[in-house]
């Protein structure tokens, strides 16, 4: 029951770190991976209006994800980086290799801040950080430089 419980909480923070991203392609990417942890949440519970609605909610989202990617000119649905290009300058495959980019970018982000925080003090002095310096970066979102 500990796992159950372990779930629905990530589950809860996935929900919250959705309303703190300012960008539609991080929102809808988290939202998705809220809404299937919210379904198997509401699946292992046994309580069906949870699992109901966000097996309602996880294809709008991919579909609204898909328009974000497909769609550079609705400027609040699109990433920064998708509103410079206007739709006659950028094909689908340069927004999928973007896309690629930026989730790469995020990747990397959260595998440099963990290799970060397993430093030890004399290597933080080496790079010229303190520990807390390398706290402050550990805990930004991925999703923020």
């Not at 699946?43 to 974000?68: D, E, G, K, M």
């Not at 959260?110 to 303190?130: P, Q, W």
Request: glycine share 2%; hydrophobic share 50%.
């Amino acid at each position: 029951m500990f796992w159950v419980n372990v779930l629905g909480s990530v589950a809860s923070a996935s929900v919250l770190a959705t309303f703190c991203m300012n960008t539609m392609l991080p929102l809808r990417t988290v939202a998705i991976c809220s809404n299937v942890l919210f379904a198997a949440y509401g699946s292992l519970t046994h309580i069906y209006p949870v699992l109901v609605l966000h097996s309602i909610l996880l294809p709008i989202n991919c579909v609204r994800l898909l328009q974000a990617l497909i769609d550079p000119t609705d400027l609040h649905a699109a990433a920064p980086w998708m509103i410079a290009f206007t739709p006659r300058e950028i094909t689908f495959n340069e927004k999928w290799r973007k896309t690629k980019s930026c989730f790469g970018e995020w990747w990397r982000r959260v595998r440099s801040r963990d290799d970060l925080m397993a430093l030890s003090d004399r290597d933080l002095r080496d790079i010229r950080a303190t520990r807390c310096d390398a706290l402050r970066e550990a805990r930004k979102p991925f999703w923020r430089k």
